[in-house]
């Protein structure tokens, strides 16, 4: 399979990616990273297609997988305090 080939399944289901990416991002330019790093990671695997399911399937499951993965990592930690400081309330 060429990049030619890879190229144009790409571009003609490009819609697939923007619509996972649309779910994962709310700011245009983590949108745009998303789907340069699903495109990347499609060309990565491209060599394994074996076409056992169509390619739209199959690009649909790499954009899902990059998506959480990227989620997973950007996905803030939350620190807990085991005591909470006192603080005393005067009301009026």
């Not at 144009?8 to 700011?27: H, P």
């Not at 495109?39 to 399937?57: E, L, M, Q, V």
Request: glycine share 4%; with cysteine.
């Amino acid at each position: 399979m060429s990049e030619i080939e890879f190229l144009q399944l790409l571009s003609a289901n490009q819609g697939i990616i923007g619509k996972v990416c649309s779910i994962y991002c709310n700011q245009k330019e983590d949108y745009e990273d998303l789907f340069q790093e699903i495109t990347y990671h499609a060309w990565k695997g491209y060599a394994t297609f074996r076409g056992d399911s169509k390619f739209s399937t199959w690009l649909y499951r790499i954009a899902l997988n990059t998506a959480i993965s990227s989620f997973r990592k950007r996905r803030p930690t939350i620190d807990f305090v085991e005591v909470l400081p006192d603080t005393i309330f005067k009301h009026k």
